[in-house]
C-alpha cells in the first residue's frame, strides 16, 4: 500500500512539473493576414530573428480574435465585429504620413500605435540610422571615385504631381541652374521616360544626383526613397 501510495504521489509530482514547463504563448492576431506582412503563422519568424521575446505566436484567423492578446492591424482600419475582450490590446502599424492614411472616427480605439513618429509606442521606420561599430575594422579596400562614369546630373523619380509641399516648383525651379531630369507621371514637365522598372538597375550608376522628396512635410517623416537609393549605393 506504502508503493503505491509513493508510486501516485509520484506520478502526481511530475504532472505538475510538466504542467508548470508549459509556456503560455501571447497569441498576435494579424487583422489584414499574414500575407500582408509577408510572414507566416506560428512562432517561426521569432525565433528566426532570435527575438528576446519569443514566447509568441502569430496567427491570421480571425476566429481567433476572443483569444488574442493583441491584435495589429495595418495600413487601415474596420471597427470588427466581435466583442473586444477587457484585456485585449489593440495596435495600429502604419508608415505613411497622416496626410495620406485613413482619418480615423474612433477615440481611444488603439493601444499601442507603431509608426515612423519617434512618439509612437514601437518606433518603426523604414530604415534606421545605427552608429559606426569602432570594433569593426577596415577590410583595406581602395577608396573609390563616385564621380566616375557619371553622365547625368540631378535625377528625380515621381509619380504624385500633387503633393502639397511645393516639390514639383522646387525641382522646375532647379531646372533652371542645372540639368534636372524627372521621370515618371511628372515627366510630362521634361518629356521623359517612366519611372525604370527598379532605381536599383545599372541605369542609376550614370547619375550623381538622386532627388528624394518627401510627398508632404510631416513630422519625423522621411520618405522610403532615401533609403532605397542609399542601399543601393552602399551595394556597388
Known amino acids: 500500500a506504502w508503493t503505491e501510495s509513493r508510486s501516485n504521489s509520484h506520478t502526481c509530482q511530475k504532472n505538475n512539473e510538466t504542467r508548470s514547463k508549459r509556456k503560455k504563448y501571447k497569441k498576435i492576431l494579424l487583422w489584414n493576414g499574414v500575407n500582408y506582412w509577408g510572414s507566416k503563422p506560428g512562432r517561426g519568424i521569432f525565433l528566426k530573428e532570435k527575438c528576446p521575446v519569443s514566447d509568441c505566436v502569430l496567427t491570421s484567423m480571425r476566429s481567433e480574435f476572443t483569444r488574442a492578446d493583441l491584435v495589429i492591424f495595418k495600413d487601415h482600419f474596420v471597427m470588427p465585429s466581435f466583442s473586444r475582450p477587457r484585456s485585449q490590446l489593440w495596435m495600429m502599424y502604419m508608415l505613411e504620413c497622416p496626410l495620406h492614411t485613413q482619418n480615423f472616427k474612433q477615440k481611444d480605439v488603439f493601444n499601442w500605435t507603431s509608426t515612423y513618429r519617434s512618439d509612437s509606442t514601437i518606433v518603426a521606420p523604414y530604415e534606421r540610422w545605427q552608429y559606426y561599430d569602432e570594433s569593426v ?100
Open 137 to 236: 575594422k577596415s577590410n583595406g579596400a581602395p577608396l573609390r571615385d563616385y564621380a566616375a562614369n557619371k553622365t547625368k546630373g540631378v535625377a528625380w523619380f515621381v509619380s504624385n504631381c500633387g503633393a502639397r509641399n511645393g516639390r514639383l516648383k522646387y525641382a522646375k525651379e532647379l531646372q533652371k541652374y542645372i540639368q534636372v531630369d524627372i521621370y515618371g507621371s511628372v515627366a510630362v514637365f521634361n518629356a521623359h521616360d517612366p519611372i525604370p522598372r527598379t532605381v536599383s538597375s545599372c541605369w542609376t550608376r550614370t547619375i550623381s544626383f538622386y532627388l528624394a522628396f518627401e510627398n508632404s512635410n510631416c513630422k519625423d517623416y522621411i520618405t522610403e526613397k532615401f533609403f532605397v537609393m542609399a542601399r543601393v549605393r552602399a551595394n556597388k
